[in-house]
Structures are given as structure tokens and as C-alpha cells.
């Protein structure tokens, strides 16, 4: 009987360090990251990016001597080349948002130096553009109704377009509103329930809309999911890490990464505190799964976008300048 029931010990202790390790291969399981050919001008940052019928749209930024861009580019993954498309009407800026609804992108807001500095609010842009790809045409549409338009967070839900957090000089904010395209009107929604924050990253899914990251006086690690239905936040499980800024967020189907970006630790030669990494977030169980880092990926302020259900991204800058590369990626 002993020897029996030693044996069984033995067999659910080996069952047992099976499961474990399986779970730790889960846990670090990598993605195949592919280079891509990239935009033929040099690269930028601080840019927005987008996919409409299969086909990615990366728009404004700034490039290599900082100055702030208004162009726009349109990329094929079928034949892995970029072609210019008509630039974006209004003035050129940085850390603007896009988001697309009802077969039609829209882009908007951001800020401009070459308006003015941090302190001139003129600089804080809130015109709104729609751009349909079929006519490679862009219409103004209305204005978002708030100064907080540097850095601001944005995403998609039924065809209605979610944007909120940012900075507008003097501070952040935690308000968002939600654009009505059919409509072209912005109502004010329930303010966010964390801590106030610019450069934070949102995603939308499937099932799940999510916020978090960003910087405050300190970077964000947190992570809220969002319901729509009852205009209510609820916060999920952060990061693994000290937090991060001017990262990405991007969602697969009902999958969610985040990648890249900047932990602040007080210096702004701190190259070390760049990140390359992927980190998934798996809704169901609450957790973040290591999905191991973009070759010489180290950057932030770059852009994403997702064709059939591949991730495409790269540009954006390290602290020796811009980093002009792209990677594609299938979850």
C-alpha cells in the first residue's frame, strides 16, 4: 500500500512539473517577428497610422531635424511597398490620433511647434479630418471640443470613436468624449476614474476596450478596461514593469499587446530605459504574457497598425535620433 500510494506521489508530482513548465513556456512563448521594407523618406516619430481594406496608412510626425510633418503614405503588404497618398490638409503636427469607423479614417488634433511653443495654446490643435481612401480625399469635420489634444488616447466601438487623456500646456486631463460620425458631433462621457495622464495608448477588440500606461510625474503602469454599455472603467491587472510612455497598444481579434516605449527614470539620455519588448495581455485569466522583443526594436513614439490579422510596425526614435525600420508580427 505504501509503495502504492508513493507511486502515486510521484506520478501527480510529475504531472504537476509538467504543467508548471508548460505554463512557463506559455508564459514566454515568442512571437516571429519579419522585417518590412519601411518609408522611403528617412523615417519619423510622434506620427499616427492606420488600416483601411487592406491596405496601412502611416500619416504627419516630425522627421529627422524635428520638424513637424503633414504627409501621408499608404502601404501594401502584398507587394511590401509604400506609395504617397495626398498630405493631410491641415497643419503639420505630432502625437495627433486616428481611428477608423464606417470604412473612413479620421485624424485629428495633436500639437504644433511651429505654432507655437508648450505654453502657446494655439499650438494644441483640435481640427478633425476625415480621409476616404477610395477618393484619397480628406473633409474637415467637427472640431473636438477640448484644449487637452496633445497625446490623447483614442479608440473604436461600434463605429463610434472614443479619445480622451492628453495635455494641453499646463496639464493632463482625465475627461473623454466620443465622436458620432454619422452625426458629426462630440458628446462628453464619464471621466476616466485613475489618475489624469498624457501619452497613455488604448486598444479595442473584439470583446474588450482597454487604457493605461502614460506619464504624470511619473510613468503609468496600470491597465482599465472600459465598457461602452455603461460608460464605467474598471481596473484590470497592470504591467509587468515599471510603467511606460509613449508606447503602443494594439489589438488582434480579442488579443492585446502592448510594445515599445519609455520608462522615465529622470534623464533624457537614458537609452537604457527604452523598451523592444511585446507584452500580451490575456483577458480572460487577468494577465500578461511575454511574447519576447522586436529585433533592435529599442524605441518609442512609433506606429502600428493591423492587416488580416498582422501586426505592422516600426519608425519612431531612440535617443540617437529616428529609427527607420518596420516589423510585422501575427498573434
Not at 197 to 226: I, L, M, P
Request: some cysteine; glycine content about 8%; overall charge negative.
Amino acid at each position: 500500500m505504501k509503495c502504492l500510494r508513493l507511486s502515486i506521489y510521484i506520478f501527480l508530482s510529475i504531472l504537476l512539473f509538467i504543467a508548471c513548465n508548460n505554463e512557463m513556456l506559455l508564459e514566454r512563448t515568442q512571437f516571429t517577428y519579419i522585417q518590412k521594407n519601411t518609408i522611403p523618406d528617412g523615417g519619423r516619430a510622434s506620427a499616427v497610422a492606420f488600416a483601411i481594406a487592406g491596405k496601412g496608412y502611416v500619416a504627419l510626425g516630425r522627421n529627422r531635424d524635428g520638424s513637424s510633418l503633414n504627409d501621408c503614405w499608404q502601404y501594401d503588404p502584398t507587394t511590401d511597398s509604400w506609395t504617397q497618398k495626398n498630405s493631410f490638409p491641415g497643419k503639420a503636427r505630432v502625437k495627433a490620433i486616428a481611428a477608423v469607423a464606417n470604412e473612413s479614417a479620421y485624424v485629428g488634433l495633436g500639437y504644433c511647434k511651429e505654432t507655437g511653443d508648450s505654453s502657446d495654446t494655439a499650438a494644441y490643435l483640435n481640427d478633425f479630418w476625415q480621409y476616404d481612401p477610395n477618393r484619397d480625399l480628406w473633409t474637415r469635420k467637427a472640431d473636438f471640443p477640448s484644449n487637452f489634444t496633445d497625446a490623447c488616447a483614442c479608440f473604436v466601438y461600434n463605429n463610434e470613436i472614443y479619445v480622451g487623456s492628453g495635455f494641453n500646456g499646463s496639464g493632463s486631463t482625465c475627461k473623454f468624449w466620443k465622436y458620432l460620425p454619422v452625426e458629426d458631433r462630440w458628446i462628453p462621457l464619464n471621466a476616466f476614474t485613475g489618475e489624469s495622464r498624457e501619452v497613455a495608448v488604448a486598444c479595442h477588440g473584439d470583446n474588450h476596450c482597454y487604457f493605461g500606461t502614460g506619464y504624470q510625474c511619473k510613468s503609468y503602469n496600470d491597465w482599465w478596461e472600459y465598457s461602452p454599455e455603461t460608460d464605467s472603467w474598471k481596473q484590470r491587472q497592470p504591467m509587468p514593469d515599471h510603467g511606460r510612455q509613449n508606447t503602443l497598444a494594439i489589438a488582434v481579434g480579442d488579443r492585446y499587446c502592448v510594445c515599445t516605449g519609455r520608462y522615465w527614470r529622470g534623464s533624457v539620455t537614458a537609452n537604457q530605459y527604452l523598451r523592444a519588448d511585446v507584452k500580451e495581455f490575456d483577458p480572460a485569466q487577468n494577465k500578461w504574457i511575454d511574447r519576447g522583443e522586436i529585433p533592435n526594436g529599442k524605441r518609442e513614439n512609433a506606429v502600428a497598425f493591423t492587416i488580416n490579422g498582422t501586426v505592422y510596425l516600426g519608425l519612431g526614435e531612440d535617443d540617437n535620433g529616428l529609427v527607420n525600420n518596420f516589423w510585422s508580427f501575427t498573434p
